[in-house]
Nanobody, 122 residues
């Protein structure tokens, strides 16, 4: 059974930092790209970052580039999203997801986690 379990969400003041973790199981981790998406109230789910462990390619949305860092620990089947200099507009539910093809096309992602809440207060 496939599981993507996120952790690390919470509340922080603007300018602060949080690190999200996504632990994957039930599928061949090395064969999948892991992406982070987020959804704010009343808005569509948007892509934040993606990493493909087999070639090391990393993608960032322009809104988070330079502030967020994605990384992968293949031995632990875990992907991290380090979020620095958080802004109120980063407030959202954050989801990790797995896809055969790396990138920001949401329909490519077959497996999804439940999503921790990240709240940034100004």
């Amino acid at each position: 059974e496939v599981h993507l379990v996120e952790s690390g969400g919470g509340s922080v003041q603007a300018g602060g930092s949080l690190t999200l973790s996504c632990v994957a199981s039930g599928f061949p981790f090395d064969d999948y790209a892991i992406g982070w998406f987020r959804q704010a109230p009343g808005k569509e789910r948007e892509a934040v970052s993606c990493i493909s462990s087999w070639d090391g390619n990393i993608y960032y949305a322009p809104s988070v580039k330079g502030r967020f860092t994605i990384s992968s620990d293949d031995a632990k089947n875990t992907v991290y999203l380090q979020m620095n200099d958080l802004k109120s507009e980063d407030t959202a539910v954050y989801y990790c997801a797995a896809a055969r093809v790396p990138g920001f096309t949401r329909d490519e992602y077959a497996y999804w986690g439940q999503g921790p809440q990240v709240t940034v207060s100004s």
